[in-house]
């Protein structure tokens, strides 16, 4: 089974500071890696993915996320961070094995909450 | 314009009320999934399919079943509505593994 552990609850972080989010996952299987982000009283949308090649990711909005194997982890991250990055963000996982059925195992979420 | 429905957006219930939340998509996507939102707990998977006539539980099936007599179309229902099944809940359907499209979500009260 896969389980994914965002480590931070929330995240307070004043504006123009870099920021770091924080996932980790659990698998016996190769896993493809999203990162999505949810404003308030909205949908999901996808900042960015991992899927094969290149372990470092960049994906919308100047956030990037590495992929570490060893480690099992994929931090998102921002050099600076707006006001406008106030969101809920959420690491999720899907198995890349042959009986794929696409399903997304979600974590708990992380609130950044970017100060003036 | 091409996406996800879902319908209604918000809903009050009473406790042993039932009620059918839609999901309808226009991509021809063959994959489609309910997921439910609730606050420090992510987004859990509550049933999914993988094409018309199919559908398997999830993570948190009890209380909901579903249908998906229309390959656009993945209803959700509560035959029995309780105060626990107050959440948000997001339908989802891709195609290939990267093409995950969501709704904007239903935002259900059981009183």
């Known amino acids: 089974a896969q389980s994914v552990t965002q480590l931070d609850s929330q995240v307070p972080v004043f504006e123009e500071a870099p920021v770091e989010l924080r996932c980790n996952y659990s698998?016996?299987?190769?896993?493809?890696l999203f990162w999505y982000v949810q404003y308030p009283n909205q949908g999901l949308q996808l900042l960015l993915k991992y899927l094969s090649g290149s372990t470092l990711v960049k994906g919308i909005n100047g956030f990037e996320a590495e992929f570490n194997k060893s480690q099992t982890s994929f931090h998102l991250r921002k050099p600076s961070v707006h006001i406008s990055d106030t969101a809920e963000y959420f690491c999720?996982?899907?198995?890349?094995?042959?009986?794929?059925?696409?399903?997304?195992?979600f974590g708990q979420g992380t609130t950044l909450q970017v100060k003036p | 314009n091409a996406g996800v429905t879902q319908t209604p957006k918000f809903r009050v219930l009473k406790t042993g009320q039932s009620m059918t939340l839609l999901c309808a998509q226009d991509m021809n996507h063959e994959y489609m999934y309910w997921y439910r939102q609730d606050p420090g707990m992510g987004l859990r998977l509550i049933h999914y399919?993988?094409?018309?006539?199919?559908?398997a539980k999830g993570e948190v099936p009890d209380g909901y079943n579903v249908s998906r007599l229309k390959k656009q179309n993945f209803l959700l229902g509560l035959e029995s509505a309780a105060p626990s099944q107050t959440s948000v809940y997001f339908c989802a359907s891709i195609s290939g593994v990267s093409g995950y499209t969501f709704g904007s979500g239903t935002r259900l009260t059981v009183v």
């Open positions: 698998s016996s299987v190769s896993v493809y």
């Open positions: 399919s993988v094409g018309e006539g199919t559908t």
């Open positions: 999720a996982v899907s198995d890349r094995g042959s009986s794929n059925t696409g399903k997304l195992i």
